[in-house]
C-alpha cells in the first residue's frame, strides 16, 4: 500500500474519531508558489518536522515542483504531508512542460491544487480546466484542492455569489463520487497577498454559502472541506478558525518562513482555541 493511500486510511479513521469526541480535524496548508532554493526547502522541512503539532491539525506543503523529492524524502515518516502546486489535465505525452498527475503520485504527493487564481488569472485557466485537472488527481489518487475565489470589482458589484456558484459547480461535478477526497480552498482574490481579509461576517456568509451549494442534494456531512486562504497571519488565524464551516487554511506569505508558518501552527494548539 502506498504512503498516500495508508494517510487517507489513518485521516479517515482520525475524522471520525474527532467526531465522535465533538472535535474537528483543521488542514494548515503552505503554497510556497515560486519561492525557496533546495537549501531553504530542507531547513524549512527540518524545523517542521522537530515542531510539536496537534493531532487535529493537518499540516500540508505545497513546494514548487524541483523540491518534491526533498519533501518526499524527509516527511517519509513524518506527519506532515505535501503536494503539488498544479497538475496536467492530460495523462502523458508531447506536452512540454507538463507534470502529470502519475508523476505526482510517483513523488509520493497526497495532494495537489487546481486552479489557484493565480493560474487562472496569468495561464487562462478555466474552470473547465481546473475541473478536468482535479479529476485527473482523483484518478491517481491524490487529493485535489479546488481554489475558487471572486475579484473586488465581483464582490463589490453582488456578483460574487453567482461567480462562486460557477467556480463550485464545475468542481463538484467532478467531486460528487468523492466528496470526503476533495478540498475546496476559497480565497477571495483580493485578499491575496494584499494583507486585506473580508469580514468574519463575510468570511462566515461566504463559507456557509459555498457549503450549501456543495452540499445541495446530498446528505449531510457527505461535503467537501472548505479552506479559507488571502492574507492569513498567526494574529487572525485563530478568530477565522472559529467561524462554521471554515475546516482549514491555505497560506501563501506567512508559510514561506518557518517561523510565522510556526506562529500559525501555535495559535491554533492553544487549549480551547478550536
Ligand atoms: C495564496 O496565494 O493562496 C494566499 C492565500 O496568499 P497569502 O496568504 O499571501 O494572501
Redesign the pocket.
Known sequence: MERREIEQLVRAHMGQKLEAEGKRAYIVAA?W?MNMSAKETRAFLRELCDTKVPEYLDIIIFPPFPYLPDAQKMLRYETVTYGAQDVAEQDKGAYTGEVSAAMLADCGCSYVLAG?S?RRAYYGETSDIVARKASKALEYGVVPVICIGETLEERRSGAYKEVLKGQIEAAAKVCKEKPAQCIIAY?PVW????GVIPTIKEIEETHRYIHDVLAAGRDAGDCSRILY????NANNVKEIASVPHVDGF?????GLKVESFKNIIKQLSLDGCL
Do not use: D, F
Open positions: 503554497n508558489k489557484h493565480e480565497e485578499a491575496i497577498g494584499t486562504g488571502g492574507s492569513v491555505l497560506i501563501g506569505g506567512a
